[in-house]
């Protein structure tokens, strides 16, 4: 368990609100990550983070934004939620080569 | 698009039997990684295999290698009920600078053992 912990872990919201979701961890590492997970098409990266203030974007990054103001947290923020967007969310972060995943947020967007 | 892709998507097999999933990838990479997930949770860390090495096992997990075919293979020997869980590889790519850790995910095998 490497301290990682979502919220919510589960979200109901209509097309066009603003979301934002939370991964927090506990240990200090640099790098921090937010996938997506659908059926068929795996974990897909969304955007990742190397220190605060340092983000860049993964595969799947339209429609998303992240910030990281501390070490700790790592937000994720879908500007202006689309039904596409209905996923589970997964939070990771990195150490040894290994990454470390938080239990997810599932998010329905109607 | 997946770097990885997986083979087969689905595997059904009873207890104490071998369970072999296949995955592909297509870029060079400097490690290569299978995780496991049980249904409704997050991923779970199995094993790492570098670039440069052929096989590696950890417990009842054995893991190959072989970049010239860009080809890795997850073996679980005396498989039981409780290794009931979708399996997914991951790759490192050693193309293009810093990766700073991004892993690339397969669609999964589900694995399925009876008891």
């Known amino acids: 368990d490497a301290g990682i912990t979502q919220s919510p872990r589960h979200k109901v919201t209509e097309t066009g609100t603003p979301v934002t979701l939370r991964c927090h961890q506990t240990?200090?590492?640099?790098?921090m990550y937010w996938y997506r997970q659908d059926p068929g098409h795996g974990l897909r990266l969304i955007h990742y983070s190397y220190g605060v203030k340092d983000t860049d974007k993964g595969e799947v990054s339209d429609g998303y934004s992240v910030s990281r103001s501390k070490t700790e947290d790592f937000l994720l923020t879908l500007e202006s939620a689309t039904s596409s967007q209905t996923s589970v969310y997964f939070c990771?972060?990195?150490?040894?080569?290994?990454?470390?995943f938080g239990p997810g947020t599932r998010l329905t967007v109607l | 698009s997946q770097q990885g892709e997986e083979d087969p998507q689905a595997l059904s097999i009873q207890e104490g039997e071998n369970a072999t999933m296949n995955c592909s990838y297509k870029?060079?990479?400097?490690?290569l990684q299978w995780y496991r997930q049980n249904s409704g949770r997050g991923l779970v860390h199995l094993i790492l295999i570098r670039s440069n090495e052929r096989e590696k096992h950890s417990g009842r997990l054995r893991v190959t290698l072989d970049t010239s075919k860009k080809s890795s293979s997850l073996l679980i020997t005396a498989s039981r009920a409780a290794d009931t869980a979708s399996y997914f590889c991951?790759?490192?790519?050693?193309?293009?600078?810093?990766?700073?850790?991004?892993?690339?995910f397969g669609q999964g095998t589900i694995l399925t053992v009876h008891p």
């Open positions: 240990e200090n590492h640099r790098y």
């Open positions: 870029t060079s990479i400097n490690n």
């Open positions: 990771a972060i990195s150490a040894q080569n290994e990454q470390f």
């Open positions: 991951a790759t490192v790519s050693n193309a293009g600078g810093t990766s700073y850790g991004k892993l690339t």
